[in-house]
């Protein structure tokens, strides 16, 4: 989504957009036939019609019904997906941001709804029309058939038991065409529908933030601007000047040369979780380290909290990011500080339990050496992680009541921000500064110590040479490219160690596409599974009422454990992200979800997966919950419904696709029960042979080249190290063993600092021989 140019900033980033919203872009490039774009408007116009504003009081106008006069209602009733640029914007989105199966499904779906003949295949008797010339029906095209026929065919896809390609067909146009339509901003920034649904950006709160640094004529430098290239805006000659002006020894490449050469004592590949700590570790002990991160810097002043620009930007595939067995929806951090940007402030440290089972029975004896204690204290230090919280948000106070009213306990979550922190939108990075991620902590340590950090800068392979050592490979560095059309060339950057640090999810595709082949290099992919409870909370209720919006306030302040590997805890939703996730009923029914958004608390099950998916390539993930997992998910969504109900609410459900839900005014006990028994029963995400599925949700991915006490147990060895090339290191989050249960911040930034301690004492060694 169009984003406007930054104002008042410094030169150096003044090529960078700020993250707030713009026009409609000048330019698509999705290349659909203008058939298949006429079919895709009449699908996104059947999601999301124009409607008349049905009038109600008392309950029924909490549940969605319009107020008389109330412009801002009546506006989003009679709004329509196809009236706008919603068609173009999901089309771009689809064509960019999804994998090729579902762009092929998606692209011969469209054109068979294009035509007579592939209309009345998807469709059937709904696309037949009686008002045509002799004793036959007519049969329509897709775009030709009226809104409620429409609407029907789309249902019918839905709940489509076999024919599941046009469930996923389905899947994709509810989930983008939602997305878009509450998510896109015009020039002001603001959705003309957000008054409607209750929403608003918030504006921090300046009792519960840092107080505010005294205006100055000039704007403040930013806390990496002594070590930062931002590439995006420079040239061949931009970039070596800057790079040299930086303190690295830079070799231009000649004309017949494909790259120009950087030398330095230590690479890493992104800035997040390991890499941020890696970079402050090794600067710290006196090492020239390059940190290449393909995503851009943004601080405080940056963030703007609207989710639409917010989410391109920060986010991988800008938050559009599905596996390709359509199980799970995907969001991982794609800017300078990688996860710790855009995370939801939980700094727990790693259980006791799972790391005596690490150290026991993975053969990984540093998970159980003082030193990983030493350095969870050592990060908990430095992130500033506090254990309290001075006033909860909406979602949170529905937990802890709730969990009040049934005698369950509920643990107050350490955060990495001050105990008055009181964002709800620290998910899109946090403007207030108070969240303290990578990038204004470890990185900050590593720029004041010499590390230059390259933005817009993505790597392409570790250049990994044959060795007389005992691995047989040796790694000498990295071959990167920038992602600015002024640099012509790659840049080889030459290193004595050569770190991966860019996540569970690309560390793989990297990894293999350096030539290493070792089994465990993607595989034993762990997420973390979660699925959405929600409980409706008018505003009208009977005291004691709970006060506020669900976007407000700290987004998970408090915790409810429901058993050794099951934890409940609170999301951050915009209504863009709450649109794509919640079932599809109908038009008019979606749009009287969307008017409850502001009081509709969700909670989750986060469930310590035993099963483990795949990254087959990068974007590419397989996933699918084993048995035993999607039981603990039952179990804990049947907990977080308890408490939702004991909380007060008036009616709860769940995102599974028939939108079952129960009204609780006066419900009985065996009703209950008999309602948790039915919605949380299914074969699963997705199932081809199930009417009845969920998609669900993962922010955490962990695993996928594990340390192993053997090459055959896994990728990389207990110091990190690959075991096919000396001189090449994991240190991000797929390092960890198995998944560890809890929100992995504090354990993916205490196994970097251990990974790049020995890293740097190896460096010792080598230099001292």
Same mark, same amino acid.
């Given at each position: !989504? ?56 008392? =309950? =029924? ?34 064509? *960019? ?90 020039? /002001? ?135 390709? /067995? ?31 089972? #690490? ?26 992680? *506090?254990?309290?919280?001075? =006033? ?45 991620? *990578?990038?204004?902590? #470890? ?39 920038? !992602? ?7 840049? $080889? ?24 082949? /070792? ?12 699925? !959405? ?6 505003? /009208? ?48 029914? !979606? ?35 084993? *048995? ?10 049947? $907990?977080?419904? $308890? ?34 028994? =039915? ?91």
């Amino acid at each position: !989504m169009a984003v406007l140019q930054g104002e008042g900033r410094p030169a150096a980033a003044a090529a960078h957009p700020l993250l707030r919203g713009g026009a409609r872009r000048e330019k698509y490039t999705h290349g659909m036939h203008p058939a298949q774009m006429e079919a895709l408007r009449a699908m996104c116009g059947a999601l999301i019609p124009s409607l008349p504003v049905e009038g109600g009081d008392g =309950e =029924e106008r909490g549940r969605g019904g319009g107020r008389p006069g109330d412009k801002d209602v009546e506006r989003f009733y009679l709004a329509s997906a196809a009236d706008s640029a919603v068609p173009d914007e999901v089309a771009e989105l689809l064509v *960019t941001r999804c994998i090729w199966e579902a762009v092929a499904l998606s692209w011969v779906v469209l054109w068979l709804l294009s035509t007579r003949v592939g209309t009345l295949v998807l469709c059937g008797r709904e696309c037949l029309s009686s008002s045509g010339a002799g004793p036959f029906p007519s049969v329509r095209r897709f775009a030709d058939m009226p809104v409620a026929r429409r609407e029907a065919a789309l249902q019918r896809w839905s709940r489509a038991r076999w024919l599941f390609p046009l469930r996923i067909a389905f899947g994709i146009a509810k989930i983008l065409c939602h997305y878009v339509f509450y998510s896109m901003v015009n020039e /002001n920034s603001e959705n003309p529908y957000w008054k409607a649904i209750g929403y608003r950006v918030e504006e921090p709160r300046k009792d519960r933030t840092e107080s505010t640094p005294t205006p100055s004529e000039s704007p403040p430098s930013r806390p990496l601007d002594k070590g930062v290239v931002e590439t995006r805006a420079l040239t061949d000659t931009t970039l070596l000047r800057s790079l040299a002006t930086k303190g690295l020894a830079v070799k231009p490449g000649a004309s017949s040369d494909a790259h120009h050469t950087v030398q330095c004592d230590a690479v890493i590949v992104g800035s997040g979780c390991g890499g941020g700590v890696a970079a402050a570790v090794l600067a710290s002990a006196g090492y020239r380290v390059v940190v290449v991160e393909k995503g851009d810097y943004f601080t405080k002043e940056d963030y703007s909290s609207i989710e639409g620009p917010s989410m391109e930007r920060l986010f991988e595939k800008g938050g559009i990011f599905c596996t390709s /067995n359509v199980t799970t929806m995907i969001f991982a951090g794609a800017t300078v500080g990688g996860g710790s940007a855009v995370n939801w402030s939980a700094s727990i440290c790693t259980p006791a339990d799972v790391l005596q089972e #690490w150290s026991r029975e993975h053969g990984l004896p540093v998970f159980a050496s003082p030193g990983y204690v030493q350095a969870m204290d050592a990060v908990c230090a430095r992130l500033g992680v *506090t254990g309290g919280c001075r =006033e909860e948000g909406f979602q949170n106070k529905v937990v802890r009541r709730g969990c009040e009213a049934l005698g369950l306990r509920a643990d107050a979550v350490p955060r990495n921000s001050s105990e008055r922190h009181f964002c709800g939108s620290c998910n899109f990075g946090c403007p207030t500064g108070d969240k303290k991620g *990578t990038d204004t902590t #470890w990185l900050v340590d590593a720029v004041e110590r010499g590390a230059v950090i390259l933005t817009g800068c993505k790597a392409e392979r570790f250049i990994v040479e044959r060795s007389s050592g005992g691995r047989g490979k040796r790694c000498v560095g990295l071959v990167a490219t920038c !992602m600015s059309n002024g640099i012509t060339k790659t840049l $080889r950057i030459e290193a004595r160690a050569s770190i991966s640090a860019c996540g569970a999810l690309m560390t793989p595709p990297l990894l293999h596409n350096s030539g290493l082949k /070792n089994r465990h290099i993607g595989r034993n992919l762990h997420l973390h599974p979660v699925s !959405m409870a929600w409980g409706y909370f008018p505003e /009208n209720t009977p005291e004691p009422n709970i006060p506020g919006k669900c976007y407000e306030g700290g987004i998970i302040t408090s915790m409810h454990r429901v058993t050794e590997r099951t934890i409940i805890e609170t999301p951050a939703l915009g209504p863009g992200a709450f649109s794509a996730l919640v079932p599809w009923e109908s038009g008019r029914d !979606m749009k009287e979800r969307m008017r409850r958004y502001a009081r509709t608390a969700h909670a989750f099950p986060l469930v310590r997966d035993r099963g483990a998916g795949s990254v087959d390539g990068e974007g590419r993930l397989r996933y699918t919950p084993s *048995t035993d997992d999607r039981e603990e998910l039952r179990h804990g969504l049947r $907990r977080a419904l $308890r408490i939702m109900v004991a909380a007060g609410a008036a009616e709860v459900g769940t995102h599974r696709s028939d939108g079952l839900r129960l009204r609780c005014k006066g419900v009985r006990d065996e009703d209950l029960e008999a309602f948790l028994d =039915e919605v949380t029963v299914e074969k699963g995400p997705m199932h081809p042979g199930s009417d009845k599925w969920t998609v669900l949700s993962s922010a955490h991915q962990m695993g996928s080249c594990r340390m192993g006490k053997s090459p055959r147990d896994g990728a990389v060895d207990g110091a990190g190290e690959s075991w096919e090339a000396e001189g090449l290191y994991v240190c991000d989050g797929s390092l960890l063993p198995t998944a560890v249960g809890v929100n992995p911040m504090i354990t993916i930034e205490s196994i970097a600092y251990c990974v790049s301690k020995g890293i740097a004492d190896s460096l010792a060694r080598r230099k001292d021989h």
